[in-house]
T-cell receptor
């Protein structure tokens, strides 16, 4: 099956800093989604981005499908950005998401 | 527009009991997916259902686990004779069609004592 790797595994930032999270996948994909799992465990949809670039406030994402990677940018980080960020892809003939192992982000004051 | 709803949010079962987890998809969504998140791990796909049909159950354990999505009512994930290793967060997601964006519910946290 398709493999999804995320880097870095852990990230500590001071409030106000910017960061880039990376997601590499092993095969062509039909869909790609980014999620934020907050400290209460809830999964929040950030982007649905099988290709191209999207922006939503301080967050933006770019997927380069031909090179099999996606990037999530967080600018001017806030403590509420803390949590785990997951990349998930859907490939082949299936309609199911394969999740990466996540990037754990901690934003400190 | 209500999101995906799951209940109960927390469920405690003793070893050997049955656990029933419910999921109501977003309005207008007829595709439901179940995922499991073990402690400190990512989410793993379990099963994909449409109304009255199981489309893909390649991630379901072979024994004790079953899922349904009846014509009326929520989707149900059923775990019989639970064991401690079943302790996890179980998430349901829904989408309006095949390979559309999936939206997740708040999850059910199952603890087996």
């Amino acid at each position: 099956g398709i493999q999804v790797e995320q880097s870095p595994p852990d990230l500590i930032l001071q409030e106000g800093a910017n960061s880039t999270l990376r997601c590499n996948f092993s095969d062509s994909v039909n869909n790609l989604q980014w999620f934020h799992q907050n400290p209460w465990g809830q999964l929040i949809n950030l982007f649905y981005i099988p290709s191209g670039t999207k922006q939503n406030g301080r967050l933006s994402a770019t997927t380069v499908a031909t090179e099999r990677y996606s990037l999530l940018y967080i600018s001017s980080s806030q403590t509420t950005d803390s949590g785990v960020y997951f990349c998930a892809v859907e490939g082949g003939t299936a309609s199911k998401l394969t999740f990466g192992t996540g990037t754990r982000l901690q934003v400190t004051l | 527009n209500a999101g995906v709803m799951q209940n109960p949010r927390h469920l405690v079962r003793r070893r050997g009991q049955e656990a029933r987890l419910r999921c109501s998809p977003m309005k207008g969504h007829s595709h439901v997916y179940w995922y499991r998140q073990l402690p400190e791990e990512g989410l793993k796909f379990m099963v994909y259902l449409q109304k009255e049909n199981i489309i893909d159950e390649s991630g379901m354990p072979k024994e004790r686990f079953s899922a349904e999505f009846p014509k009326e009512g929520p989707s149900i994930l059923r775990i019989q004779q639970v064991v401690r290793g079943d302790s996890a967060a179980y998430f349901c997601a829904s989408s309006p069609g095949f390979r559309y964006e999936q939206y997740f519910g708040p999850g059910t946290r199952l603890t087996v004592t």
